[in-house]
């Protein structure tokens, strides 16, 4: 190679890094689907809850008297959605109502990692399980089958979904005190553990709930997964201290 074409090749290599290191970082949305996709420490970590959430289960039914349960959220903490995500950033788009939809319809999500360790556990100590969700009532049949093709339903399981003017409070609620759709009816239930991924998904003080509503009980009975794809994070600042 001659001395002015191997200077060529250099000045192009060069210009190639200059343009490399010029471009802007991936989107936090981006790195955050990689990161549930691709990376270990995502399943040990979704893993490590459940199992901590289960340990706790098996403290808090040694002393249950009484029928006993423990609530869900469906999505990012049973189902993982990041297919959905996934299909979503490679065209640039947001999330919508009617791709997400679509998206219910196909039942493909598969089980978050832990989650069903965790719920066989709780059905082998005598549990029962709710899952209490904001997806639209309408989507209820198609997440009960995407539920039972992850290896995660049983039809003694409650599917609290969202309608109108029925928060998750109340759907809460009917559990504890065994009256309304979410119940088991004439039977209430003592919440041994609460699962999810958004502060949404666990009783506010105000509920009045046993074991819940301030920041101590996570790790007691309220388990939080890591969930670094969307959120009210995303938006605002939601982090007080």
């Given at each position: 190679m001659s001395i002015r074409r191997l200077g060529l090749t250099v000045v192009a290599f060069l210009m190639f890094d200059a343009l490399v290191a010029a471009?802007?970082?991936?989107?936090?949305?981006e790195v955050g689907i990689k990161y549930v996709r691709d990376s270990e420490e995502y399943g040990a970590l979704t893993r490590q809850v459940y199992r901590a959430a289960g340990d706790a289960v098996d403290r808090a039914r040694s002393a249950a008297s009484s029928p006993w349960a423990v609530v869900l959220d469906v999505d990012e903490t049973t189902l993982d959605n990041s297919t959905y995500q996934l299909e979503r950033a490679a065209y640039g788009l947001p999330f919508e109502a009617a791709s997400w939809s679509a998206w219910v319809e196909r039942r493909q999500a598969p089980a978050v990692p832990g989650a069903n360790g965790f719920i066989d556990r709780v059905r082998r100590a005598g549990g029962h399980v709710a899952f209490i969700t904001n997806r639209d009532a309408t989507l209820a049949e198609a997440t009960r089958a995407n539920l039972?093709?992850?290896?995660?339903?049983?039809?003694?399981?409650?599917?609290?979904?969202?309608?109108?003017?029925?928060?998750?409070?109340?759907?809460?609620?009917?559990v504890v005190i065994g009256a309304g759709e979410c119940a088991w009816p004439n039977r209430p239930m003592r919440i041994v553990a609460f699962v999810g991924d958004q502060t949404g998904d666990f009783p506010a003080a105000s509920e009045m709930i046993p074991d819940t509503?301030?920041?101590?009980?996570?790790?007691?009975?309220?388990?939080?997964l890591p969930n670094p794809m969307y959120g009210e994070w995303t938006s605002r600042v939601t982090r007080l201290k």
């Open positions: 471009q802007p970082p991936a989107p936090v949305r039972q093709a992850a290896g995660i339903w049983n039809d003694d399981d409650r599917l609290c979904a969202q309608k109108a003017q029925y928060p998750k409070a109340q759907r809460r609620r009917e509503g301030t920041d101590e009980v996570f790790g007691k009975t309220c388990f939080i």
